[in-house]
């Protein structure tokens, strides 16, 4: 690390008159307990604060989760391991990553739970947030200002616009990192790059960073094509599969251990893993991770749908129902919907105002589960489309990472035959991806 010595707390942190208790409830055989800790009262050490804040928070009744996991099983993400990662913030000046999706418990902001409850041990000095905002109301693709968070009154600058990477001015009254999104492991989605550029200005600065890891609902198979490097774009910025089987966490080590920071440069990275977390779980997230996913079955939809975004074909945006139909004027179907300007998802959304014919996937559930890409749609809906010069943008390259995928597809490949050039790509990073895991793996990848 540069010139990082432990922060200066914010004026009135220490020394100041006791501040009112707080009062912790947790659930025992004879009822509810009330717990206290005076969090600034004479004569308690740091330490003896930090001992007392960690016996809270491991009392078996204090149970912190945010996203829920089938089956019954108990599921806790890194954000809510607090007794794993708040004494590495202790008297540090702590930058955050965050958006609507960095929640503790699945209820309470990391940006307010640390701001309201742990700034006698900690200074949050700023936000910095990702697509779609702090709080997840801008639209994909537009562009985010800086600003301040009305509740905290924290200034929260953009890492989506005319700047997707900190500067040294950004960091420079900064001693620690702290990244917290809910990724869904598709690698045309754009919390990954914002990872990576974090990643690298922390390392050309001299910083620690810590990612607070989430499971990935998308963690359960690798397919698609492997990104070739001349088309890297901020849609797909590392050589990885569009469906890559890894959390955000798991990705974080494999981009430092792999030398993809500008350079060659590695981060003082520090991964807060998830508790009871394996790739065959079926993870419900407790918020939409963005405007556009705005339930489960879109979430699972994306990675098969969002190469429509590189065509003439909608996705649903300006609907309710985003990223979980498909549909164009010129196509035939019984099904249909009319996109519309809708503040906060998509204000002109492709097609606006025209109907388009296509398919309701709302209630599409695959045979052998969520395992592979469904490129069926992709293919058939070419081979109907009246005017097949005009079916693909000049997008569609950056979200495939190759151009092989439109090739192919114009040239009449069969699905199989397509799955088939993937193959020796997806078998040279599934061995390269093993070195990073960090959570068990069903025996079929």
Same mark, same amino acid.
């Given at each position: 690390? +540069?010139?990082?010595?432990?922060?200066?707390?914010?004026?009135? /942190?220490?020394?100041?008159?006791?501040?009112?208790?707080?009062?912790?409830?947790?659930?025992?055989?004879?009822?509810?307990?009330? /717990? =206290?800790?005076?969090?600034?009262?004479?004569?308690?050490?740091?330490?003896?604060?930090?001992?007392? /804040?960690?016996?809270?928070?491991?009392?078996?009744?204090?149970?912190l989760t945010s996203c829920r996991a089938g089956s019954g099983q108990h599921l806790q993400a890194g954000a809510d391991r607090m007794e794993s990662w708040l004494p590495l913030l202790e008297n540090r000046r702590v930058a955050l990553v965050a958006n609507h999706s960095s929640l503790v418990g699945?209820?309470?902001?990391?940006? @307010?739970? !640390?701001?309201?409850?742990?700034?006698?041990?900690?200074? !949050? %000095?700023?936000? =910095?947030?990702?697509e779609h905002g702090f709080r997840g109301e801008s639209g994909a693709g537009t562009a985010v200002d800086d600003g301040v968070d009305e509740k905290t009154g924290l200034p929260v600058i953009s890492l989506y616009g005319r700047q997707k990477k900190p500067s040294p001015g950004h960091l420079d009254d900064v001693d620690i990192v702290v990244f917290d999104l809910q990724d869904v492991g598709v690698r045309f989605y754009t919390y990954i790059s914002? &990872?990576?550029?974090?990643?690298?200005?922390?390392a050309e600065n001299g910083l620690p960073l810590v990612v607070l890891d989430r499971p990935n609902p998308n963690g359960g198979?690798? @397919?698609?094509?492997? &990104?070739?490097?001349?088309?890297?774009?901020?849609?797909?910025?590392?050589?990885? #599969?569009?469906?890559y089987g890894m959390t955000i966490g798991e990705l974080a080590r494999m981009i430092n251990g792999e030398g993809w920071l500008g350079q060659g440069i590695s981060c003082d990275l520090t991964v807060i893993r998830c508790n009871g977390y394996d790739r065959t779980m079926?993870?419900?997230?407790?918020?939409?991770?963005?405007?556009?996913?705005?339930?489960?079955? +879109? %979430?699972?939809?994306?990675?098969?749908?969002?190469?429509?975004?590189? *065509?003439?074909?909608?996705?649903?945006?300006?609907t309710q129902f985003p990223f979980q139909v498909f549909g164009h004027p010129d196509l035939k179907g019984d099904f249909s919907f009319t996109p519309r300007s809708i503040p906060g998802m998509a204000l002109r959304p492709k097609l606006e105002g025209k109907t388009c014919y296509g398919e309701d996937l709302r209630e599409f559930s695959p045979r052998q589960g969520w395992s592979r890409l469904h490129l069926h749609w992709l293919l058939d809906t070419y081979r109907s489309f #009246?005017? *097949?010069?005009?079916?693909?943008?000049?997008?569609?390259?950056? !979200?495939?990472?190759? *151009?092989?995928?439109?090739?192919?597809?114009?040239?009449?490949?069969?699905?199989?035959?397509?799955?088939?050039?993937?193959? #020796?790509?997806?078998?040279?990073?599934?061995?390269?991806? +093993?070195?990073? &895991?960090?959570?068990?793996e069903p025996g079929d990848f």
């Open positions: 690390m +540069s010139s990082s010595q432990p922060g200066r707390l914010r004026p009135g /942190l220490a020394g100041g008159p006791a501040r009112r208790k707080k009062r912790i409830v947790r659930q025992t055989a004879g009822g509810n307990e009330s /717990l =206290f800790i005076k969090a600034g009262a004479s004569g308690l050490t740091g330490a003896a604060k930090r001992a007392a /804040l960690l016996t809270i928070l491991l009392l078996p009744g204090v149970i699945g209820k309470i902001h990391l940006v @307010d739970t !640390l701001f309201s409850g742990y700034s006698h041990a900690l200074e !949050l %000095v700023k936000v =910095f947030s990702p914002t &990872l990576h550029y974090v990643m690298e200005a922390c198979y690798v @397919d698609g094509p492997v &990104l070739e490097p001349e088309h890297r774009s901020f849609v797909g910025m590392h050589p990885i #599969p569009v469906v079926e993870v419900q997230l407790p918020v939409r991770p963005s405007p556009n996913l705005p339930n489960q079955q +879109s %979430v699972k939809l994306y990675p098969s749908l969002c190469f429509f975004e590189g *065509t003439a074909v909608s996705v649903g945006r300006g #009246p005017d *097949t010069a005009s079916f693909f943008t000049s997008y569609f390259v950056s !979200l495939a990472g190759t *151009t092989s995928l439109q090739e192919q597809i114009k040239a009449g490949w069969s699905e199989k035959e397509i799955r088939r050039s993937w193959q #020796p790509g997806l078998d040279n990073f599934k061995r390269i991806r +093993s070195r990073y &895991l960090l959570y068990d």
